[in-house]
């Protein structure tokens, strides 16, 4: 069964100053190398590259090219796949947004979370306690 993995845990496995870092460093490694399938959605890429890339969030952030590299070496992984939007996507979104009515900070969990009904991915690994607002998804927190 497919998995995928939010943007904190990519953050926490590149910022060298977080207690996580190792742990996540560590899951991550293991995740990509399989032999499971993980998709990598795109708005999970962008939102590491915008947090790890961000002065407030890491002390010294990562360069734009640091952060590209990490993701890059991700992707290159057979049983990753990298996917966005197709197009039942609105009808995937608006099926959570019935539940969940998502406002301000949940808009972007709602996104995922339709992102993996449109690609038919039940478990998340992320450390954001939101998702377990979400029906019809398992939530797995690697660092617990």
Do not use: C
Request: charge should be negative; proline fraction near 6%; charged fraction near 25%.
């Amino acid at each position: 069964m497919p998995s995928t993995v939010d943007a904190n845990v990519l953050v926490y496995a590149s910022q060298q100053s977080s207690e996580l870092h190792d742990r996540a460093e560590a899951f991550v490694a293991r995740l990509v190398e399989g032999p499971e399938l993980v998709y990598l959605f795109w708005p999970v890429v962008m939102a590491y590259l915008r947090l790890s890339t961000h002065p407030s969030v890491f002390g010294v952030p990562l360069t734009s090219a640091e952060a590209q590299a990490n993701i890059g070496r991700i992707i290159e992984f057979p049983n990753v796949r990298i996917a966005g939007e197709q197009d039942n996507f609105w009808t995937h979104y608006r099926a959570v947004a019935i539940d969940i009515r998502p406002t301000g900070n949940l808009v972007p969990d709602a996104h995922l979370v339709a992102l993996m009904r449109e690609n038919e991915v039940r478990t998340i690994w992320t450390h954001d306690r939101d998702f377990r607002k979400f029906e019809g998804i398992e939530v797995r927190d690697p660092f617990r």
